[in-house]
């Protein structure tokens, strides 16, 4: 079946440093969506990518969909302590379902 | 509007014993998903509704699995005879026709005990 592959899966970043994570897929996805998740909640939407090449920023996120459909990158600026959590990307297609890489744990050094 | 709500947040429950969970999705959104997530992973996609018509199933959802979207809107899950494996959160979503933004609700977290 479909497989994200997300990296790296986890880092320590100091306060203030920007972020980058990547998510690859071995098929193509027609949109990409970015995905935090704090302790004990569900997922809540970042960023929603629709079309090949796309940049789109979200305050201090950025994020992009790849040209060949096959990969998405996030980028957070100035990292503070309230980033921390899981960052999920997620590949959508005509399949009417989303399929989810298996995150990026974010922790931050104070 | 107040988002997806999921009810109840957290169930213990015995080996063996029935489960049911339900689910709110924001009031215009047609379609409703159920996914589940275990500890360290991301969500597995379970079982879509269009309105109230269940349109596609995963391979992970057994047949001690079931769900229903009655009348288009709220949605309930049931798992008949737990297992320890199933416990995990469950976790709703739904979305408008045209927009992919899906919207999650906080989840259901299940320990079978």
């Known amino acids: 079946g479909q497989q994200l592959n997300q990296s790296p899966q986890s880092m320590f970043i100091q306060e203030g440093e920007d972020v980058s994570m990547n998510c690859t897929s071995s098929?193509?996805?027609?949109?990409w969506l970015w995905y935090k998740q704090d302790p004990g909640e569900g997922p809540v939407l970042l960023i929603a990518?629709?079309?090949?090449?796309e940049l789109t920023s979200n305050g201090r996120l950025t994020a992009q969909f790849g040209i060949t459909r096959k990969d998405s990158f996030l980028n957070i600026s100035a990292s503070i302590p309230s980033d921390v959590g899981i960052y999920f990307c997620?590949?959508?297609?005509?399949?009417?379902?989303?399929?989810f890489g298996g995150g990026t744990r974010l922790m931050v050094k104070t | 509007d107040t988002g997806v709500s999921q009810d109840p947040r957290h169930k213990i429950t015995k080996r063996g014993q029935n489960v049911t969970f339900r689910c709110d999705p924001i009031?215009?959104?047609?379609?409703l998903y159920w996914y589940r997530q275990t500890l360290g992973q991301g969500p597995e996609f379970l079982t879509y509704?269009?309105?109230?018509?269940?349109?596609?199933k995963s391979r992970l959802l057994s047949d001690r699995f079931s769900a229903e979207r009655p009348k288009g809107s709220f949605s309930t899950l049931e798992i008949q005879r737990t297992e320890q494996g199933d416990s995990a959160m469950y976790l709703c979503?739904?979305?408008?026709?045209?927009?992919?933004?899906?919207?999650f609700g906080s989840g259901t977290r299940l320990t079978v005990v």
């Open positions: 990518l629709y079309k090949a090449g």
């Open positions: 509704f269009q309105n109230e018509a269940q349109l596609e």
């Open positions: 997620a590949g959508h297609n005509a399949g009417n379902m989303l399929t």
């Open positions: 098929s193509i996805f027609n949109t």
């Open positions: 009031s215009e959104h047609n379609r």
């Open positions: 979503a739904s979305r408008s026709q045209i927009n992919y933004g899906y919207t």
